[in-house]
């Protein structure tokens, strides 16, 4: 069945969905009746004042929340909505987690069963991983055939690093600026998006960081130069870090770079760059990673994965986030090779959670409502449908100086100068906290915090789009207005103290 047929006559926000052992979802019942029998109850539940106070008490302040000077709380969610303590309905723009929608009664039951019957340590056999395994290798180049579970995208990368440190030999990494790749200690490291912001940190030797290939605003751009030669020239400045690494005699142990890059401002690679910097990089020894947490399983519309659009085969892939539809799970690929080299030298490696029975249930059956929804061709058709007004937002609102997109990952550059291509950071955060009070929820990202990201659940339709458009038009006439105000004013100061 296509998403459409959903959308338009099947499951609607008011129909009460039954599942295995008692869950349920539905707009008034925010609960599963398990939990209501241990004291957790509607009746029971914290207001958000005191779940707010509890937070502050128990949980860090490094721990963020988005919009933080009043943070939503979401009691339940379903498909690409998110319901409120008091029933308000929100439009979730941002939630690629969520990936075939929140709740997906299809994932619930598949991760429910799996639960009733075992979730236990993943060194007892079960058809779950192994099946999952065979599922996830089937979307993959060939060689890209075995599979590491794991928990996280940071547990992936981090497992990636230590995996190609052994089988090269080399610790060098190579990644691109901006970029984010996990938590852990390792790959905190090898993410500029973090480490930019944090005091007094020195980047490590072994990590060297190339230009951002950001066509709009980086080092080369767009139309002073094609996609094809843009291409060519930030995989230039890869191959001079590649020699200058060969010089001094060492070699690359792996290059890290997200198919599209998210944190860094949904910025999407050049025509024809992944190719040579991966023989750059492979001509020193090296391997080349793909992470897809991301941007992977059918996002971008043209492809299960992005990189795939590069044309290159990685020695590795990460994938990670939407795996799940929200049950923690996330998974290392890589070839028969290179995975051999554990066992070669040693070393047992395991995982007490990663691959276990629920998860891969969980991932089975994300899958396979990709493929029972037509999820990839949905997110291609409703991916230009939102390219194109977003385009005519463009030509209407002097704030936005760049607007890509491919499938369901999509990003809005805010500017206070088109000419000059000066990111507002200020502007950005008002349209958000304007659409949030028009309960439209979006977010920024980027270096300059001034990039409006659209990731949503893939069962996004274009009457959502159309929504967001319309609210979004409304919004930028007012910042639009108000910056226009605030100019006038400006002008009519600078001629007062003139006479």
């Not at 090296?286 to 399983?297: H, M, N, Y």
């Not at 028009?438 to 659940?457: H, T, W």
Request: one cysteine or more; a negative charge; glycine letters at 8%.
């Amino acid at each position: 069945m296509a998403i459409d047929d959903i959308a338009e006559g099947g499951l609607s926000n008011d129909s009460l969905v039954v599942v295995p052992n008692g869950l349920t979802a539905t707009k008034d019942k925010l609960l599963p009746a398990s939990l209501q029998s241990t004291g957790i109850s509607e009746t029971t539940a914290l207001t958000k004042a005191d779940t707010l106070a509890l937070r502050n008490k128990h949980i860090s302040n490094s721990c963020t929340v988005f919009f933080h000077e009043n943070p939503l709380k979401i009691v339940r969610a379903q498909r690409q909505y998110m319901y409120d303590e008091n029933g308000i309905e929100y439009l979730d723009c941002i939630n690629n987690v969520a990936h075939v929608g929140h709740c997906h009664p299809k994932v619930v039951a598949a991760a429910a069963n799996q639960l009733a019957q075992q979730c236990t340590n993943s060194r007892f056999l079960h058809d779950n991983m192994v099946l999952c395994a065979q599922k996830i290798a089937s979307t993959m180049p060939e060689q890209l055939s075995v599979v590491f579970f794991v928990n996280s995208g940071s547990e992936a990368n981090d497992l990636a690093i230590r995996l190609s440190r052994h089988y090269t030999g080399h610790k060098d990494v190579v990644i691109l600026d901006h970029a984010y790749h996990g938590t852990t200690i390792t790959t905190t490291d090898i993410s500029p998006h973090k480490w930019h912001h944090l005091k007094d940190y020195k980047q490590k030797k072994w990590v060297h960081v190339a230009p951002q290939p950001d066509a709009y605003r980086g080092m080369f751009r767009s139309p002073e130069h094609t996609d094809a030669d843009l291409g060519r020239l930030y995989a230039g400045e890869v191959e001079k870090i590649t020699d200058r690494i060969a010089k001094e005699g060492r070699g690359v142990g792996l290059f890290l770079a997200e198919s599209l890059q998210s944190c860094a401002g949904q910025v999407f690679l050049p025509e024809g760059y992944l190719k040579p910097v991966y023989e750059a990089v492979r001509s020193t020894g090296g391997l080349c990673l793909a992470d897809e947490v991301q941007t992977g399983f059918g996002r971008i519309g043209t492809h299960y994965w992005a990189f795939q659009e590069q044309g290159v085969i990685p020695d590795f892939v990460t994938i990670g986030k939407s795996m799940g539809n929200g049950f923690p799970v996330a998974a290392l690929v890589t070839t028969p090779e290179i995975a051999g080299t554990f066992v070669k030298m040693g070393i047992e490696y395991f995982n007490s959670y990663g691959g276990n029975a629920a998860s891969c249930a969980a991932t089975l059956a994300v899958m396979q409502v990709i493929e029972d929804e037509q999820l990839q061709n949905h997110a291609k058709r409703v991916g230009d449908y939102f390219l194109t007004g977003l385009i005519a937002l463009q030509k209407k609102h002097r704030q936005i100086g760049d607007v890509r997109g491919k499938g369901l990952f999509l990003g809005i550059e805010i500017v206070s100068d088109r000419v000059k291509r000066i990111p507002d950071a200020c502007t950005a955060h008002l349209i958000i906290m304007a659409m949030r009070a028009r309960n439209v929820i979006l977010s920024v990202e980027g270096p300059a915090d001034n990039v409006v990201k659209i990731k949503p659940p893939m069962c996004f339709t274009t009457a959502n789009v159309d929504l967001l458009l319309g609210i979004m038009d409304e919004c930028l006439s007012s910042a639009g207005e108000a910056a226009v105000a605030i100019e006038s004013a400006i002008e009519r100061d600078h001629v007062l103290n003139e006479e």
